[in-house]
Structures are given as C-alpha cells and as structure tokens.
C-alpha cells in the first residue's frame, strides 16, 4: 500500500498535523512514526511555557524573521483557549491551563538585561495597551521570595500562560487512538529512498512503507535521514540539537510537618531569556509538583544526559533569584530533550523544493506554544486549499541573516556578558570590564574573519559551530 501521508516524529507538532490531516481527510491514508517512549522530544521536556513575550529580545521587531517569527506565537496565543477545549472535549480528559505570567527584572542581572526589559514593556504597551499590568515591586508576588542581592526591581505580568505537556501529549494520542485513518507506528524511520515520486521509508522494527508525501516532524534527528538525500542536504540548512533540561520538585513533606514553609507561586514566575537560554522559569502544577526550566545548550550530536553543571545551575540560581523554596524543595526528576535548532535558528517550515517533502521543524524553542497556528496552516498547504505559512521560513532556502554583521557582533557580546553573568563571573574594578569588553569582541570578531563573512549576521547561540566549522555553507553566507 501507499500511504498518502506520513509523519516522521510523534511531539507536538507531529502528533497535532497527524489529528488534523486525518480529521480533514477522511478518506485519506495517514501514518505517523515515532517511539512510544518520545526519548528526546522537546515536547515532554518542556513545561509548557504558552511564550510569545517573555523571551522576547531588545528590537527584535526590527529584524523581519524574529517578527515574523513572533507573529506566529502570537496568532497562536489567540488560538490556543479554543484549542484546549477541543483537547479537552474530544479526548474526555482535563488538561491544566493557567494564564498570566509574572516576569521578574532582578537586581542581579546586567544593564542590557535592564534595556530588554524596558523594551518590553514599551513593546507591550504599544502592541496590545490591555494586555500589560505593571506591578509595584513592593506589591507581594505569590512564590517571589529572592535573596537580597537578587531582589526584585521590577515586575510586570504578561498575557503569556503556562500548560501541561505531558497531559497535552496524553489527549493528543487518544484522539489519534480513535482515528481509522490514522495508523501509528511506535518505531524510528531509518532510511529514506526516493524513485519516480513515490517515498520508500525504512523502520528500525516494521521493515518498509512507502508513501506520496513525507513530513519530518522529528526534530533535529530528521538531520541523520537529509544526509542521505544530498538535494535536500545542500539546499536546506542544518539542524541542531538543542539540549533542554528542566526538573520537577516538590514541597518537602518531612520538612513541611516541622516548620513553616513559604507559598508557592499561583502563576509562572520568569525572567527573560538569559544569554540565550530561554531565562529562570518556575511553574505551579495543580499537582504536588513544580516544574523549574530551563538549560540550552546547542550540540551537533545528542547526548543521553543532561549535564550536571545545568542541573546545579538550576536549583542555585532560582533559590537565589525566585524563592530558598526551590532549594529546600525534594527533587522528584529530570525532563531532558532537544529542541530542534537549524543552522540560522529559524523555522523549515512547508514543502522542500522536492515535491512531496515536507519539513515542519527546526522550531527551537517556540513549537509548542505555536502549534496551533503552525499546523492549521501547515494542513492547507498539504491539501493545497492556500498557502498559509510564512515564504520567509521556507524549508530549501539560503541562511537568514541575524540583523546585520555589526549588530549582530554586538548582540552576540551582550549574549555572552549576560551568560557568564548569569554564571557567576564578577568582573574587578580599575575599568577592566572595558578589557573585557575588547576581548570578546575579538573572539567573536575571528569567527567572521576565519569564516570569510562579510556582510550576514550569526546568531549569538551558533558562533561555536562555526567556529569548529560545523556550520559551513559557503554559499548561503556574504
């Protein structure tokens, strides 16, 4: 038989595009292939932070793909009430939602992170003027107890919620589960051949399938599949493993019993993105748990553990800037995955210049909250109703430019001033954070030099892969 559609990877947007294209094709033939397990999907590893605003970068509107980009969360944003109810009422299961988000600005954090979040706030304000509450820091926050050097300056709540992923994930496979059309595979696409249109899929368990059209929805494992289709490989740009790690803790029960303890926040409790690692969250669940994120660290391979130093970074530095509760908390786990990362950090997202290969990826850390936009345009285009999705984020296309080279030179040593900031170095007096200054520079100044570039901009969070050359397409970059 051949299928007419099949998904490769079961996260969110796999699980979601498998419900909806079977759902509006009745008579249509959909498979969808992924580890029962979901190892190493962004999806059970995040929370889920419903984020548009709290990560939101100084002037980012000024660079036409992070606001497209933005559009996309924020239509999204709008979609998700509707979203959730029809989870909830054709799945028969309850799925926890809260909206609001509290976004601290600390006293620990660096000037830059201060003109962000001013930027922010004016962003809001002229976006959506009903949408912004400021809140006096002297006004309780539920959760918010900081240590003195990390006392809270300034506090504003967002539109920006907060949903259980696993709970989400949970509803989506018992609404597949009911589809006759749709069949699932609980197995890992190995290998891929293409002869006269028709897609020929090699399983790890269930031999072959084949098929009209293919959707890699697999995250950044798809990468180990295009390296064997060299019109895809040289024509859409690479993707990344963007390691992601978040831990769950709980009130310490012994404890509890012998002394009293502070609340727990009622709403998300965040900074903004830090260094480019998305920023401190702290998430209530309605049950005994909280959920803490989150790590980011971009990797050409995937390794199995989340490293330890994140984990540590974790726990001190939201005891110190959120609430001593984090610390005193009784760890209950780890959610590690990798939010799949391309080799610009923007979306693939629609049809490759190969006819019937489709790419719905290398969302990074936005694929949860803009799913619902992300698939219901994603399902017109496969049944050619309209074309819905961006041309921007076309999947065979040249690397996007991250602003121009001088801006991006100096946003890359904000990024970095904020990171090792974040991480403990204190810089001496006698003006050496000028030195420093002219350092960083320098190294990031080589990158260019050492990759010929003399006009595009990298993003802060890629200079290592091309300073160890594993982003290295000649043609894409001026």
Avoid at 135 to 150: A, E, M, T
């Amino acid at each position: 038989m051949i299928y007419d559609f099949v998904i490769v990877g079961n996260g969110i947007l796999g699980t979601s595009l498998a419900w909806k294209l079977a759902e509006k094709l009745p008579e249509a033939s959909v498979v969808i292939i992924g580890p029962k397990d979901r190892f190493g999907s962004a999806s059970v590893a995040s929370g889920a932070m419903l984020n548009v605003f709290g990560e939101l970068e100084n002037n980012f509107n000024k660079n036409p793909a992070l606001l497209e980009k933005f559009k996309l969360g924020y239509e999204s944003l709008k979609m998700w009430k509707k979203f959730h109810e029809e989870l909830e009422e054709k799945s028969n299961s309850k799925i926890e939602i809260r909206w609001g988000t509290n976004i601290i600005n600390s006293a620990s954090m660096t000037k830059f992170e201060d003109q962000t979040f001013s930027f922010l706030k004016n962003f809001i304000s002229s976006y959506n003027s009903n949408k912004l509450n400021k809140i006096n820091p002297n006004k309780k926050i539920k959760g918010l107890y900081p240590q003195y050097w990390s006392r809270c300056l300034e506090t504003i709540n967002i539109e920006d919620g907060m949903i259980r992923s696993d709970q989400v994930l949970s509803s989506l496979d018992k609404i597949n589960f009911n589809l006759k059309n749709l069949i699932r595979f609980d197995d890992v696409l190995k290998k891929l051949k293409i002869k006269k249109g028709i897609k020929t899929l090699f399983l790890k368990k269930n031999n072959k399938i084949e098929c009209k059209n293919i959707i890699f929805a697999n995250g950044a494992y798809a990468q180990e599949i295009i390296d064997y289709i060299p019109e895809i490989k040289k024509n859409v740009p690479r993707l990344f493993f963007n390691a992601g790690c978040a831990l769950e803790i709980s009130r310490n029960a012994e404890r509890n019993k012998a002394t009293k303890t502070k609340d727990l926040p009622n709403l998300p409790i965040r900074t903004l993105d830090r260094g480019n690692a998305c920023g401190l969250h702290w998430l209530p669940f309605k049950t005994t748990n909280t959920y803490l994120g989150a790590s980011s660290n971009i990797l050409s391979r995937p390794e199995k553990n989340p490293r330890s130093n994140s984990v540590g970074y974790l726990i001190q530095e939201a005891s110190n800037m959120i609430s001593s509760e984090v610390g005193k908390s009784s760890f209950v786990g780890i959610r590690y995955g990798y939010r799949p990362t391309s080799a610009d950090t923007f979306p693939l997202l629609g049809e490759t210049h190969l006819k019937g290969i489709w790419m719905v990826n290398g969302t990074k850390r936005d694929g949860f909250t803009s799913s619902p936009k992300i698939i219901d345009s994603l399902v017109k285009d496969l049944i050619n109703e309209s074309k819905k999705l961006p041309r921007i984020f076309q999947p065979s296309r040249k690397l996007i430019s991250y602003y121009k080279k001088n801006i991006a030179i100096e946003k890359a040593f904000i990024s970095i001033f904020n990171k090792q900031n974040s991480h403990g170095m204190k810089l001496t007096d006698h003006n050496y954070y000028d030195e420093y200054k002219i350092e960083i520079y320098k190294k990031i100044e080589n990158i260019y030099s050492k990759n010929k570039i003399k006009n595009f901009g990298i993003h802060p969070e890629l200079l290592d892969l091309y300073d160890t050359n594993q982003i290295n397409n000649k043609r894409s970059l001026s």
